[in-house]
């Protein structure tokens, strides 16, 4: 795992093998909370951890289509 620290506003970039780039954008900390914005390709899910064990396989590869 790759630990970073950023500030609000700062970006971090991820390149995927496919040369597509993900960036994710520190947007507020307030206490124990970070606001975080994220930009991908279309065809890239992006999808909160908690979320993830509730979607079944299918209904992910169907938002990466969109």
């Known amino acids: 795992m790759l ?3 950023r500030r609000p506003g700062e970006t971090l970039i991820i390149e995927t ?3 597509e780039l993900i960036t994710v954008t520190v947007l507020e900390v307030k ?9 991908a390709p279309a065809d890239i899910a ?3 951890e908690e979320l993830l064990e509730k979607l079944p396989a299918e209904s992910l590869r169907l ?3 969109h």
């Not at 206490?31 to 994220?38: F, Y």
């Open 3 to 5: 630990i970073l620290t």
């Open 17 to 19: 093998p496919d040369g």
């Open 31 to 39: 206490g124990n909370q970070v606001r975080i914005g994220t930009d």
């Open 46 to 48: 992006i999808v909160r």
């Open 63 to 65: 938002t990466k289509q």
